[in-house]
């Protein structure tokens, strides 16, 4: 192989990724002039364009995706052997980029991100907030974040959060002129606050008590898709809240919310990450298992 290659494919795949020359220059710490120089090298050698470029974007061709293909493998390889080295010293490095829920990034990673970047300066952690499963290793992430019960069989899975419950709730001021559900299908004759998931489908809310299970497409004023604000609306008197109960501990705690078919609400696992299986494990993402991972 000529070792020349070497450095202009590193360079073809960050493009790739970054969807940019300007971007892959920031990336690689080089100027773009040299990327582009790269690019053009390699292609002027192999003799086919891997690149179509317009003015606001660049991605692959049809041979430069084939290539990029092939060639993602061989270069995670080399990735994982610089980062063994480093990680030789007792000091876990490099880039780790996880696909993550948003409820996940607020309960579970967010109040320990500060203590992890301190304890792992020379890991740059990039979250990607995604609430559809994701194919780890076709988007290029290291690993991803899920609830226990949307795993693949062929994943590493590792707890990373408690078992979690769900909790319907609604402001005193909305059980004034509504009286409380008793069961879920009382639902349809109640106003309430829908959540959208970003691939667009709405959330069916989701019982189970004694091995009944029962799903309610519940109907009212206003679809979101972030809890927050959903617990918000409900503290407002909009109408009834599904949310986890991590998002409304406080309001219920002083009042302001009141909790309905909290006997239709088991708990169920947690969060966990997630990797393939068929990979030997990056030294950084062994760090960021071991620092979320729930003991016991």
Request: hydrophobic residues 45%; glycine residues 6%; charged residues 25%.
């Amino acid at each position: 192989m000529n070792r020349a290659h070497l450095s202009q494919l590193a360079v073809l795949a960050t493009v790739a990724q970054c969807g940019s020359f300007r971007g892959a220059a920031r990336e690689l710490a080089i100027a773009p002039s040299a990327v582009s120089h790269a690019v053009s090298s390699l292609e002027a050698r192999l003799g086919v364009r891997l690149l179509a470029r317009s003015t606001r974007s660049v991605a692959p061709t049809e041979e430069g995706a084939q290539l990029l293909e092939r060639l993602r493998p061989a270069l995670s390889e080399i990735d994982l052997a610089l980062e063994t080295a480093v990680e030789a010293r007792d000091r876990p490095a490099g880039n780790l980029r996880l696909s993550v829920p948003r409820t996940s990034a607020h309960l579970v990673l967010t109040p320990r991100l500060s203590a992890f970047a301190s304890a792992y300066p020379d890991i740059v952690l990039e979250i990607v907030i995604e609430d559809r499963f994701t194919d780890v290793v076709e988007g290029g992430f290291d690993a991803g974040v899920r609830l226990g019960e949307s795993l693949q069989r062929d994943m590493i899975a590792v707890r990373i959060g408690p078992d979690i419950r769900g909790a319907v709730v609604g402001a005193p001021s909305y059980f004034e002129t509504s009286p409380k559900p008793r069961h879920p299908r009382d639902l349809a004759d109640h106003r309430c606050i829908r959540f959208r998931f970003s691939s667009g489908v709405l959330y069916r809310w989701e019982f189970e008590k004694d091995g009944e299970e029962v799903e309610i497409a519940v109907q009212g004023p206003l679809i979101l898709d972030e809890d927050h604000l959903i617990a918000q609306a409900a503290v407002d008197g909009t109408g009834l809240a599904f949310v986890f109960e991590e998002y409304v501990r406080a309001p219920l705690a002083d009042g302001r919310l009141i909790r309905v078919l909290e006997d239709w609400c088991p708990s169920f696992d947690g969060f966990f990450v997630y990797y393939p299986s068929r990979r030997q494990m990056r030294p950084a993402l062994r760090a960021f298992v071991d620092f979320f991972k729930v003991s016991g």
